[in-house]
């Protein structure tokens, strides 16, 4: 063999690759849900409730099913035949016969007692948006039109909207069965909670603020956002009566999770459904859960015997997609003068909306998992009540659980802090937990896998020049400027997680295959909609198989493609997937340096993987192409003994723990002391992911998730009027932040590799929302303190700041 | 967010966008940059039957100096007026405030026209036009009619025009020592409160003042109380603060929604005067 110049393939792991994603994204040329078109397809549109509580009188649907080109329209009762339903569901006589009873009420995927939902409200509506009937027509726009044909009477009831009335029974139960509107009534965690039996001790709880010399009380709202995916909701479904088996486009985040809900809903067998999640522009958590949309586009494919589309508005995503966060926290920190802490109580109050969805209930249970944060707290009691209110429903939200938990106490240590008149990053200082104590386990039970909390801090201290940055804000407060300076620490649980943590299975699945020609086909059951995946994994397989990233493809989204997998969210792409795709690949490689020895009469053990070529360490030149060898697996002649044909290996992995990755941010705030308008000046951030992939990502990562937690402490808050109307039903209303809202981000890292996976990564796709939030909010109350305020509830309006400034009261 | 089902009309002329409104009985309406028209129709708050559009008509377009006064074709974007080199030297304010506009996109695509003639009470252009007593050029099926601006805006998305009639054109005087301040409302970027000033000051003194008012009430008006105590007087920061001190006081709606109260709001209009008048006077 000629021996060709060959390039020199620099190693990518830890390059600043740029996203393989971007170009078709940027041009136009991405497949997403609403650009699929498949002949004879109707196009759904929603009746929705425009009451925010109300028992349903009586629907007209003869209109809207006489206008032309209108198939059919559903209501409820109709669609899960029940009594009173007009249309009977087996029209056609074939979906009633398959499935007896019409669609059951929604399934949840936490073990907690629920009120039945059902995809189209039957007789109450629970929240504006909440569904009432679907069209089915011919284009969108007769759906639209015949929507505005449909009359519903409602007996309007009154609305429950805040969350601690609600809890009185007041003004009114929502749910049957659920006294007090309470949906869980009381979950302690912590110190003297035992998990099992949910026996509560309280001594050593009580011991703490016995004992302590401090004691810090506030009350606090992490309020109510909405997600806000670039791209809304969508969904294709496609039931093909002759083979009997529906394929089901959506923009969902976890396309095996659909899959397997779908069919438990249709009575179909897994085998029998095929979900693709194509380009999705964007999930923050909103597209995890299984909606009702979802559930009603199979169930009318298979009724009407046509494929059907629905895509989402941006006035429908505002009120019938998930909205996250809103959770109460009572908090209370013990500690002694010196800034030690004794002891802390979280006393929660979940404000979780009009129904259970897929992890609703779960959500805030992580704010109590997370309430030791990166402190070394002797005796944490935490106690969570979730409640039913005429709203949106929650779940998932970039961050999830753990943002709350954050926000409580990192705004808890600098109330401590101002009290003990301690810099507050001494007190943080002094409460961490030591990195000699990792793994850690903490006061409710979690057990952080590594962690260098004091690494972290001095180099963001070091970043943002804290002496001087603290001498800056004193220098323009004797201007007379309003001038705070914010920070604050955060560890979040991410990596999710062993199977015991989740009812999915909390494993991740991965395929490699490389074909005749050496080029390299990959599968994940990560489901990246953003994160960069194809890169990252991509980059982990160029090197390890010493071919060049072009060569690779990184395939996902598509359960008839992917065999198995659970899906993106808890920042666990990377620690799960990326170790499971590593394990797959090092299944592949092994088996081809079996056949590479064959054809080079080599020790396998020997052989290096580089520069498109298999050889024996320290001889280059005599070694075959990656391609050849490729090709002889195929067309193994003579096949090596004890060798299958062929080079294609799957893994499933799953993680002993979760990780716990942690930084710091540090922000200097002003706010116009003549019309209350806050402005971000600086902003610095430190996170620790453990190794690092890609470089590039994780700051793009961390932009992405500072951008929506700095939005959530200054811009963003979905509003409800007294009667349960959404206020902020567009952008008009809804304020996300914008570029220009922004400094320039500086950003630094600490590498503390975790030891629960192979790869030492940590995850970093929520990270940015933890820490961003209170260290402006921090800031924003110091740069009022001169007017003796301790606390102010996000997000920081403009009036609010005015009114704290001018001692106008509340409005 | 998909609209009722529309006709849709390229006028070539002033002439034929009349034409087309008047047969259409009420049901049409223009169509200019679509940026307020648009997400009405996508609401479904608003639903005409046909869209003529006058964005193509030559005649509408452009800034132009003539006989000593400044003209402006209805169909001229909010990022021309921004980036028009005669305005900057003539009518500076005009400039500023069609920049402090939405962002790009709005920018680049919503005109002086349809700003005007929708009067949003949260716009910022009538507020300018108010102040510098711009002339508002109609063209209606009996010909041309010319209102001060300050009569044009009436009220809440009213104004002095005809459901036949084109606005075709504003006219003013070059003006110098006038300014825009405007508090933004952080989701649409409208006007909470947007003030301008705009004065004629000679050898020191005050020998003229409008200041006129948006987002604070149903429409633009003037600040008649504020325009009093500047007149005649040297100005000074303690004639400027003096008179920004009464601003809005005359004001007997003002608005009140979750990004401000009524009190907020009333107090940001004595804030922004200031600050327009500070601005308009420092403008060397
Ligand atoms: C996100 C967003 C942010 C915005 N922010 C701001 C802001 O900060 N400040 C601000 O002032 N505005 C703002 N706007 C509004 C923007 O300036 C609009 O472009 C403007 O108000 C309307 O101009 P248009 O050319 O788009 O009019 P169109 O939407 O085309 O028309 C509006 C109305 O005026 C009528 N009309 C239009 N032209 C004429 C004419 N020549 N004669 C008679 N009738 C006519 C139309 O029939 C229609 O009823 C914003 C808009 C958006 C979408």
């Not at chain 1, 170009?23 to 609403?34: C, E, K, M, S």
């Not at chain 1, 998990?195 to 606090?220: L, W």
């Not at chain 1, 309020?223 to 959506?250: C, Q, Y």
């Not at chain 1, 705070?484 to 989740?502: D, H, I, K, Q, R």
Request: a negative charge; glycine letters at 10%.
């Amino acid at each position: 063999m000629t021996t060709m110049e060959r390039p020199v393939l620099p190693k990518l792991i830890g390059a600043r690759v740029k996203r393989r994603e971007d170009p078709r994204l940027i041009r136009g040329r991405a497949t997403y849900v609403d650009d699929i078109k498949l002949p004879g397809m109707l196009h759904l549109a929603f009746k929705r409730s425009d009451v925010a509580h109300g028992r349903i009188k009586r629907i007209d649907t003869s209109a809207a099913e006489a206008m032309p080109g209108v198939v059919a329209v559903f209501t409820g009762k109709d669609l899960m035949a029940l009594p009173g339903a007009t249309r009977p569901v087996g029209a056609r006589g074939t979906y009633a016969a398959k499935i007896g009873a019409g669609l059951p009420p929604m399934p949840i995927g936490t073990p907690f007692p629920s009120p039945d939902h059902y995809a189209i409200a039957p007789e109450v509506v629970r929240y504006v948006g909440e569904p009432v009937a679907v069209v089915a027509a011919e284009d969108r726009y007769v759906a639209r039109d015949a929507v505005d044909a449909i009359v519903v009477e409602y007996e309007e009831l009154p609305a429950v909207v805040d969350p601690e009335l609600a809890m009185q029974g007041q003004p009114t139960v929502i749910h049957e069965g659920f006294p007090n509107n309470l949906a869980l009534p009381y979950v302690p965690m912590g110190t003297g909670v035992d998990p099992a039996t949910g026996q509560v001790d309280n001594s050593a709880i009580d011991r703490a603020f016995a004992e302590a010399e401090v004691v810090i009380s506030q009350r606090m709202v992490n309020h109510r956002v909405a997600p806000n995916a670039m791209e809304p909701r969508g969904v294709v479904a496609h039931w093909d009566a002759g083979k009997e088996f529906l394929t089901i486009w959506s923009a969902t985040q976890n396309p095996h999770i659909l899959k397997s809900m779908v069919a438990a809903v249709l009575g179909l067998g897994e085998h029998q459904v095929r979900a693709i999640a194509p380009e999705v522009g964007g999930g923050f958590g909103c597209k995890i859960n299984i909606y009702g949309e979802e559930y009603v586009a199979a169930a009318l494919s298979r009724i009407l015997e046509r494929p059907v589309k629905w895509i989402e508005d941006r006035s429908e995503a505002f009120m019938a997609t998930i909205h996250g966060r809103d959770l109460i926290c009572y908090l209370d920190i013990a500690a002694r003068r010196d800034g030690r802490i004794l002891g802390v109580k979280m006393k929660l109050i979940a404000d979780i909306g009009a129904y259970n969805m897929l992890l609703t209930a779960a959500i805030p249970t992580l704010t109590m998992l997370m309430a030791s944060g990166t402190y070394d707290i002797p005796a944490i009691r935490c106690e969570l009540t979730e409640v039913f209110t005429n709203k949106t429903p929650t779940d998932a939200y970039r961050g999830a659980g753990r943002p709350e938990a954050t926000y409580f106490l990192e705004r808890g240590m600098d109330m401590l802090a101002r009290e003990l008149g301690l810099d507050p990053a001494e007190v943080r200082r002094r409460n961490f937990i030591p990195k000699e104590k990792f793994p850690y386990t903490t006061q409710t039970g979690a057990v952080y896998d590594s962690g260098d909390y004091e690494k972290a801090l001095d180099r963001v201290l070091q970043l943002a020049k804290w002496d001087e940055l603290i001498a800056e804000r004193d220098r323009l407060r004797a201007e007379g400027r309003l001038v705070g300076v914010g920070l604050a620490f955060y560890v979040e649980v991410c990596g999710l997680g062993p199977s015991s943590s989740l009812p999915t299975g909390g494993w991740e699945h991965a395929s490699v295959t490389v074909e005749r020609d050496g080029r390299i086909r990959a599968t994940t059951g990560a489901s990246p909609h953003g994160q960069g995946n194809e890169t990252t994994f991509a980059q982990m397989l160029a090197d390890l198989f010493g071919v060049p990233i072009e060569h690779i493809t990184i395939e996902h989204g598509d359960t008839g493609v992917v065999r198995q997998g659970i899906g993106t969210f808890g920042s666990r792409s990377q620690a799960v997937g990326g170790t499971a795709l590593m394990m797959a690949g090092e299944k592949v490689r092994k088996k081809m340096a079996k056949f590479a020895a064959a054809l080079m009469d080599a020790n396998e053990e020997d052989l290096v993987f580089e520069n498109g070529m298999i050889y024996v360490k320290g001889s280059p030149s005599t070694g075959k192409s990656f391609a050849e060898v490729a090709r002889y697996a195929y067309v193994p002649v003579p096949l090596p003994p004890g060798l299958e044909p062929g080079l294609s290996e799957e893994a499933f992995f799953e993680p002993p723990n979760n990780t716990y990755p942690f930084g710091a941010h540090i922000c200097m705030l002003e706010i116009d002391r003549e019309t209350g308008e806050p402005r971000l000046l600086k902003f610095f951030a430190v996170d620790d992911c453990g190794n690092v992939i890609n470089p590039l990502i994780v700051e793009g990562q961390v932009h992405g998730g500072l951008a929506q937690g700095i939005g959530q402490a200054m811009f963003e808050e979905v509003v409800y009027g007294p009667d349960g109307q959404l206020l902020t039903g567009s952008f008009m209303d809804y304020a996300l932040p914008r570029a220009t809202d922004f400094p320039w981000f500086e950003l630094d890292r600490t590498v503390t590799p975790t030891p629960v996976n192979p790869l030492g990564a940590k995850g970093v796709g929520e990270a940015g929302t933890l820490g961003s939030t209170p260290a402006v909010v921090n800031a924003a109350v110091d740069a009022l303190s001169e007017f003796g305020v301790k606390h102010i509830d996000m997000p920081l309006r403009p009036e609010k700041l005015w009114r704290i400034i001018h001692g106008r009261g509340q409005a | 967010m998909i609209p009722t089902k529309f006709a849709y009309r390229r006028a070539a002329s002033i002439d034929e966008a009349i034409r087309l409104l008047q047969e259409s009985g009420g049901e049409a309406k223009l169509l200019a940059g679509g940026h307020s028209l648009i997400p009405l129709m996508k609401l479904r708050l608003s639903e005409p039957a046909l869209l003529i559009d006058i964005g193509r008509i030559p005649d509408l377009r452009g800034i132009r100096e003539r006989d000593g006064l400044i003209e402006i074709g209805a169909t001229t974007t909010h990022h021309e007026l921004a980036t028009s080199e005669l305005l900057r030297r003539l009518a500076p304010v005009v400039s500023e405030a069609a920049a402090e506009i939405g962002d790009p996109q709005v920018r680049h695509r919503g005109t002086i026209g349809g700003s005007l003639a929708h009067a949003d009470p949260a716009a910022d252009l009538p507020a300018v036009m108010v102040a510098i007593d711009a002339e508002i050029h109609l063209k209606g099926p009996n010909g041309w009619r010319t209102v001060p601006a300050e009569s044009f805006f009436q009220d809440l998305f009213t104004v002095d025009m005809q459901p036949d009639e084109v606005l075709a054109a504003v006219k003013f005087r070059p003006v110098w020592h006038a300014a825009y301040a405007k508090l933004h409302q952080r989701a649409s970027h409208y006007a909470i409160v947007g003030v301008c000033a705009a004065l004629a000051i000679e050898n020191g003194t005050i020998r003229s003042a409008r200041v006129a008012v948006t987002g604070a009430s149903t429409h633009a008006q003037r600040l008649p109380n504020v325009e009093e105590r500047l007149v005649g007087r040297q100005p000074t920061q303690a004639v400027i603060d003096e008179a920004a001190s009464v601003a809005g006081d005359t004001l007997e709606d003002v608005n009140s929604d979750i990004h401000a109260s009524e009190e907020y709001r009333r107090a940001m209009v004595k804030v922004f005067t200031r600050r327009a008048l500070e601005r308009a006077v420092a403008r060397a």
